[in-house]
T-cell receptor, first 115, second 110 residues
Framework: GAGVSQTPSNKVTEKGKYVELRCDPI?????LYWYRQSLGQGPEFLIY????????DSGLPNDRFFAVRPEGSVSTLKIQRTERGDSAVYLCASSTSPDRVNEQFFGPGTRLTVL | ELKVEQNPLFLSMQEGKNYTIYCNYS?????LYWYRQDPGKSLESLFVLLSNGAVKQEGRLMASLDTKARLSTLHITAAVHDLSATYFCAVIQGAQKLVFGQGTRLTINP
């Protein structure tokens, strides 16, 4: 079946601009996660949704970052007033539910470059 | 704060040899995950280890978990070039979020 999809695959923007990154999880997966991966590092947690609500947003670095999942499926990560330090690959993952196994399946990522 | 450390960070080995990647974590957890990442690609789930003493094998890869020692190992047997990739371990914090190690970049030379 179809995996997690993310659009765009690449996004180049200028410092100070606003960007939106989209994630379409695996059908039927109620849990959705955003991570950020800098070059040569492991992914870092940003936010977790269970259904429509953000159950844990402790990883969002500051108030320029915001994410929504209004209908419990597709999610959008929004970054305001982008900074060069925001450049990274943004990964989305989904899982069937936050049960004991909680195997998270990752999408291909969006590579964000802030000039 | 949960910290996850992998060792080594870089590993270059010859085909046919055996080697082990180590993953240590700092606080109690009974769930550990191994992922593979090819250059420019996303993460592929390899193993989910859910209890102390868990061992899972897939082809030339075998993963184990010792929750008392807070240690997981990923053992590679008779390595082949196709296994060249970056391998990450990750530990669950709380109920949902994964905390990843730095990754081990594995290069297997003919």
């Amino acid at each position: 079946g179809a995996g997690v999809s993310q659009t765009p695959s690449n996004k180049v923007t200028e410092k100070g601009k606003y960007v939106e990154l989209r994630c379409d999880p695996i059908s039927g997966h109620t849990a959705l996660y955003w991570y950020r991966q800098s070059l040569g590092q492991g992914p870092e947690f940003l936010i977790y949704f269970q259904g429509t609500g953000a159950a844990d947003d402790s990883g969002l670095p500051n108030d320029r970052f915001f994410a929504v999942r209004p209908e419990g499926s597709v999610s959008t990560l929004k970054i305001q007033r982008t900074e060069r330090g925001d450049s990274a690959v943004y990964l989305c993952a989904s899982s069937t539910s936050p049960d004991r196994v909680n195997e998270q399946f990752f999408g291909p990522g969006t590579r964000l470059t802030v000039l | 704060e949960l910290k996850v450390e992998q060792n080594p960070l870089f590993l270059s080995m010859q085909e046919g040899k055996n080697y082990t990647i180590y993953c240590n974590y700092s606080t109690t957890s009974d769930r550990l995950y191994w992922y593979r990442q090819d250059p420019g690609k996303s993460l592929e789930s390899l193993f989910v280890l859910l209890s102390n003493g868990a061992v899972k094998q897939e082809g030339r890869l075998m993963a184990s978990l010792d929750t008392k020692a807070r240690l997981s190992t990923l053992h590679i047997t008779a390595a082949v070039h196709d296994l060249s990739a970056t391998y990450f371990c990750a530990v669950i914090q709380g109920a949902q979020k994964l905390v990843f190690g730095q990754g081990t970049r594995l290069t297997i030379n003919p």
